[in-house]
C-alpha cells in the first residue's frame, strides 16, 4: 500500500499570500492517478485536481497542482479567505486508494 | 444533477453488523467511467478510503479492512451498499459515498456523510 504524507501538518499564512503544500508517496504513482481535496468544517470534501494537475470543474485557476513520481505539489498563488480550509492528497495504485494525513491552512 | 445520499443506522453496537446504503441519482451505475467509494473519516481525523465498486463490477478494498468489508450494487435501485462486520468503538465516523471516475480515480462528488457510532 502506497503511503502518502502531506507537509507541513499546519499552515500558517495571510490572504494574499502564495500557499504551497506537499505531498510525498513511499512510492511511484502515477501522474493520472494523484488528486487534491479541499476540506471545510462540517463538509464533505471538494475535488479541486485530478490527474496531478487538471482542474475539477469550477475551480479557480489560482489553484494549481504539479508533480510526478514521489513529489507532487498544490499551489494557491494567491489566497482568498475562503481558501482556509484543510487539503488532502489521494492517490490510486495497485487496486488500491489512500489518502494523505492532511495539511491545515489558517489564517496567519 | 449528480447527487448521492447516505442512509444507514446512526448508532451500532460494538460486534454488530453495519449496513450502509448509497442512494445517487444524476447518474447511472451502469455507466462505464463511473463508480462509487466509500471513504470514512473518525471525528477530527483524516479522510480513509474503504473500497469501491464499478459499473463492470470491480471491486477493490481497503487492506487493512478487506475481511470486515463487503460492497455491492443494485442499478436498478441506483444504490451501492456497503456492510462492515465486527463493528468497534475506533469505527465511529462520518462515512461518505461519493462518486469516482474511471479514468482519473477522484471522486467528483460526494454525499453529505453519515456519522455512525459505535458504542454500547
Known amino acids: 500500500e502506497i503511503v502518502l504524507t502531506q507537509s507541513p501538518g499546519t499552515l500558517s499564512l495571510s490572504p494574499g499570500e502564495r500557499a504551497t503544500l506537499s505531498c510525498r508517496a513511499s512510492?511511484?504513482?502515477?501522474?493520472?492517478?494523484l488528486a487534491w481535496y479541499q476540506q471545510k468544517p462540517g463538509q464533505a470534501p471538494r475535488l479541486l485536481i485530478y490527474?496531478?494537475?487538471s482542474r475539477a470543474t469550477g475551480i479557480p485557476d489560482r489553484f494549481s497542482g504539479s508533480g510526478s513520481g514521489t513529489d507532487f505539489t498544490l499551489t494557491i498563488s494567491r489566497l482568498e479567505p475562503e481558501d482556509f480550509a484543510v487539503y488532502y492528497c489521494q492517490q490510486y495504485g495497485s487496486s488500491s486508494v489512500t489518502f494523505g494525513q492532511g495539511t491545515k491552512l489558517e489564517i496567519k | 444533477q449528480v447527487t448521492l445520499k447516505e442512509s444507514g443506522p446512526v448508532l451500532v453496537k460494538p460486534t454488530e453488523t453495519l449496513t450502509l446504503t448509497c442512494t445517487v441519482s444524476g447518474f447511472s451505475l451502469s455507466n462505464a467511467r463511473m463508480g462509487v467509494s466509500w471513504i470514512r473519516q473518525p471525528p477530527g481525523k483524516a479522510l480513509e478510503w474503504l473500497a469501491h465498486i464499478f459499473s463492470n463490477d470491480e471491486k477493490s478494498y481497503s487492506t487493512s479492512l478487506k475481511s470486515r468489508l463487503t460492497i455491492s450494487k443494485d442499478t436498478s435501485k441506483s444504490q451501492v451498499v456497503l456492510t462492515m462486520t465486527n463493528m468497534d468503538p475506533v469505527d465511529t465516523a462520518t462515512y461518505y459515498c461519493a462518486r469516482m471516475d474511471s479514468g482519473s480515480y477522484s471522486c467528483d462528488y460526494w454525499g453529505q456523510g453519515t456519522l455512525v457510532t459505535v458504542s454500547s
Open positions: 512510492q511511484s504513482v502515477s501522474s493520472s492517478y
Open positions: 490527474g496531478a494537475s
